[in-house]
């Protein structure tokens, strides 16, 4: 017979449902509210749109100097050129003489009142150094800026370089001149 004296054990079976995967659980904790590590995410990228489109706002204001905070640089003038510049040669309108006719000895009925723009002076020197042999097989050029004559150039002699500065004084209109040609002397 059984001792009486022990209690009996009964079971009780509770019957749940099959057992879950852990990636149906992160499905649907996501379907409800989310995981606070995506909401950071978000947000991040929110602030970071946020932050551009404001820069590129105010990137792209027109500048409005009275509202710089800068002071405006001091404007430092141009030295002095080294090269002669390019000024306007006065224009010559014919006037004629009071007696109607031209001074004798000026071409073109120019007056002895009036004096010849730089063109005509600069083609008036070149004609005078093509007309002489000896200078015109030279390397020489002129420049003319309000009637002063500057020679440029190389020379074989002292004497030709006298020569060439007497042609340039004889024609009619130099105010001065610049001799700056080089003698090349050559050694024997």
């Not at 995967?21 to 947000?43: D, T």
């Not at 141009?78 to 390019?86: E, K, Q, R, W």
């Not at 020679?151 to 130099?174: C, D, F, T």
């Amino acid at each position: 017979m059984a001792d009486s004296r022990r209690p009996s054990r009964t079971r009780f079976t509770v019957q749940t449902s099959p057992p879950r995967s852990r990636a149906k659980r992160a499905r649907k904790s996501g379907r409800n509210g989310g995981s606070p590590e995506l909401w950071v995410a978000i947000s991040v990228i929110v602030a970071a749109a946020l932050a551009t489109f404001g820069a590129l706002f105010l990137t792209s204001r027109p500048f409005d100097p009275m509202s710089a905070s800068l002071a405006p640089q001091q404007i430092v003038p141009a030295g002095p050129s080294l090269s002669p510049s390019p000024k306007p040669s006065p224009s010559i309108t014919p006037v004629p003489s009071p007696a109607g006719e031209a001074l004798p000895g000026t071409p073109g009925g120019e007056t002895a009142s009036e004096p010849p723009d730089d063109a005509t002076i600069q083609t008036r020197v070149e004609s005078a150094l093509a007309a002489d042999s000896a200078v015109a097989k030279m390397d020489v050029s002129t420049l003319v800026e309000n009637g002063k004559v500057t020679i440029v150039g190389s020379v074989n002699s002292p004497e030709l370089k006298q020569r060439v500065e007497r042609i340039v004084r004889s024609v009619r209109g130099v105010a001065g001149v610049e001799n700056q040609l080089v003698v090349n002397e050559a050694t024997p």
